[in-house]
Nanobody
Framework: EVQFVESGGGLVQAGGSLRLSCAASGFTLDAYAIGWFRHARGKAREAVSWLLSRDNNTYYSDSVKGRFTISSDNAKRTVYLQMNSLKPEDTAVYYC??????????????????WGQGTQVTVSS
């Protein structure tokens, strides 16, 4: 059974940092791309970063590029999202998910069947 367990969220002031963790199980982690998504109130869920752990290729949305860093520890079956210089607009529930290694296959968000409970990130101004 595919499972994602996200953790590490919290309340932080603007300019602060958080590190999110995604514990994945039920599939071979380095055979897939792992993505971080976020869902802000009143907005659609969006992908913010992807990692191809096999070759460490990373992708970021324009809104987080230069501030967020995605990484993985395959031995721990965990993918991380280091979030620096946080802004109030980063406030959302953050989720992770998996897809094929081909970026052309990624999305739309509605295609992903399994979601964890997410972890809430709140950035105060």
């Amino acid at each position: 059974e595919v499972q994602f367990v996200e953790s590490g969220g919290g309340l932080v002031q603007a300019g602060g940092s958080l590190r999110l963790s995604c514990a994945a199980s039920g599939f071979t982690l380095d055979a897939y791309a792992i993505g971080w998504f976020r869902h802000a109130r009143g907005k659609a869920r969006e992908a913010v970063s992807w990692l191809l752990s096999r070759d460490n290729n990373t992708y970021y949305s324009d809104s987080v590029k230069g501030r967020f860093t995605i990484s993985s520890d395959n031995a721990k079956r965990t993918v991380y999202l280091q979030m620096n210089s946080l802004k109030p607009e980063d406030t959302a529930v953050y989720y992770c998910n998996a897809d094929t290694m081909d970026p052309r296959d990624w999305g739309p968000v509605s295609k992903y069947e399994y979601w964890g409970q997410g972890t809430q990130v709140t950035v105060s101004s």
